[in-house]
């Protein structure tokens, strides 16, 4: 861990941002135990009322999470994923599908247009691993592989601030398709995205925009 001493007054809002450093940079990953509040204070040097203020603010933000006698742990890589993440929560499927198609109908359209040679390579290795892990019935598998896929599509629309937005619901969302699918995998939940990868590749817009809104009609 190599963290900084800050120097200055305002040392609350240092340490915030050296703490959302190492969470973004894959320090502290998702899910990873943070230090305890006096190895961060002496690694920062820093008082520990600063440290905690500082974690409070991140635990707030729904970046970080308190567990009682257990430590603090790292929930979200920035905190539009916790905000998003405690939104989703709230909101009902049918909403939370329309902001679903929202991104993905439109990032479709832009990767059909904007694709690169390595972006093919890659959506068909996530398309084969997607339907390899639909066989083998591994739902926790197929939940990662399905939204690794729709990331990459997503990545392939080369938008940068599209990207950005969609990786914080996509995170929310994720374990949002893992509740739905409860562990088991049953035929009327698939969903071929054959046709989307085939559509991209293709630079056929229209098509591709059609075939990522037919997986995300509510009817």
């Known amino acids: 861990m190599t963290l900084r001493s800050p120097m200055?007054?305002?040392?609350?809002?240092?340490?915030?941002?050296?703490?959302?450093?190492?969470?973004?940079?894959?320090?502290?990953?998702?899910?990873?135990?943070?230090?305890?509040e006096p190895d961060l204070a002496a690694a920062?040097?820093?008082?520990?009322?600063?440290?905690?203020?500082?974690?409070?603010?991140?635990v707030h933000a729904g970046v970080l999470e308190c567990r009682q006698g257990?430590?603090?742990?790292v929930t979200a890589t920035h905190e539009l994923t916790g905000v998003v993440a405690r939104r989703l929560v709230d909101a009902e499927m049918a909403e939370a599908v329309e902001v679903r198609?929202?991104?993905?109908?439109?990032?479709?359209?832009l990767a059909a247009q904007r694709r690169t040679p390595a972006d093919l390579d890659l959506l068909d290795e996530l398309l084969a691993r997607r339907e390899q892990c639909w066989a083998d019935g591994d739902a926790a598998a197929f939940v990662a592989a399905d939204a690794d896929l729709h990331m990459a599509i997503v990545t392939a629309a080369h938008n940068a601030m599209l990207a950005e937005l969609y990786a914080s619901f996509g995170t929310a969302m994720r374990a949002s398709l893992s509740q739905h699918f409860g562990g088991r995998l049953t035929e009327e939940r698939y969903t071929d995205h054959g046709?989307?990868?085939?559509?991209?590749?293709?630079?056929?817009p229209t098509r591709a925009a059609r075939a990522a809104a037919a997986y995300l009609d509510p009817a």
């Open 101 to 109: 198609r929202a991104f993905e109908v439109e990032a479709a359209r």
């Open 195 to 204: 046709d989307l990868v085939e559509a991209i590749r293709a630079a056929d």
């Open 44 to 58: 920062l040097g820093v008082g520990r009322n600063t440290v905690r203020e500082a974690v409070r603010a991140l």
């Open 70 to 73: 257990s430590g603090t742990y």
């Open 8 to 36: 200055r007054q305002t040392l609350v809002p240092q340490v915030i941002e050296q703490l959302r450093t190492q969470i973004s940079s894959g320090e502290w990953p998702v899910g990873s135990r943070i230090p305890t």
